[in-house]
Nanobody, 119 residues
Framework: QVQLVESGGGLVQAGGSLRLSCAAS????????MGWYRQTPGKQRELVAA???????NYADSVKGRFTISRDNAKNTVYLQMNSLKPEDTAVYYCNVDVVAGSVGMRYWGKGTLVTVSS
């Protein structure tokens, strides 16, 4: 079983910055991809950014140049540095990790952290 603990959400003015963190804990698994998704009421959850075990990254077009995803493999932690925030970035942000335990691949989700950007 993998537990994910997210932190770093909050209220910020437009143009400001926030840094989200997500730490994975547990045993008997290895982590492949890690990522951040976001969701607003009435909309589907959408990918914000993802990072593979190799370090390659993928971003939604709406956040390219403003957000940076990174990971610390020693700490099983993924980060999302969010700069130049816009009101449309307001959402609940969810961390997810793809792990392998034995020969079984699984995906886990965090509980979400709210990011509110005021205009």
């Amino acid at each position: 079983q993998v537990q994910l603990v997210e932190s770093g959400g909050g209220l910020v003015q437009a143009g400001g910055s926030l840094r989200l963190s997500c730490a994975a804990s547990g045993s008997g698994f290895s982590i492949n991809a890690m990522g951040w998704y976001r969701q607003t009421p009435g909309k589907q959850r959408e990918l914000v950014a993802a990072i593979c075990s190799s370090g390659s990254t993928n971003y939604a077009d709406s956040v390219k140049g403003r957000f940076t995803i990174s990971r610390d493999n020693a700490k099983n932690t993924v980060y999302l540095q969010m700069n130049s925030l816009k009101p449309e970035d307001t959402a609940v942000y969810y961390c997810n990790v793809d792990v392998v335990a034995g020969s079984v691949g699984m995906r886990y989700w965090g509980k979400g952290t709210l990011v509110t950007v005021s205009s």
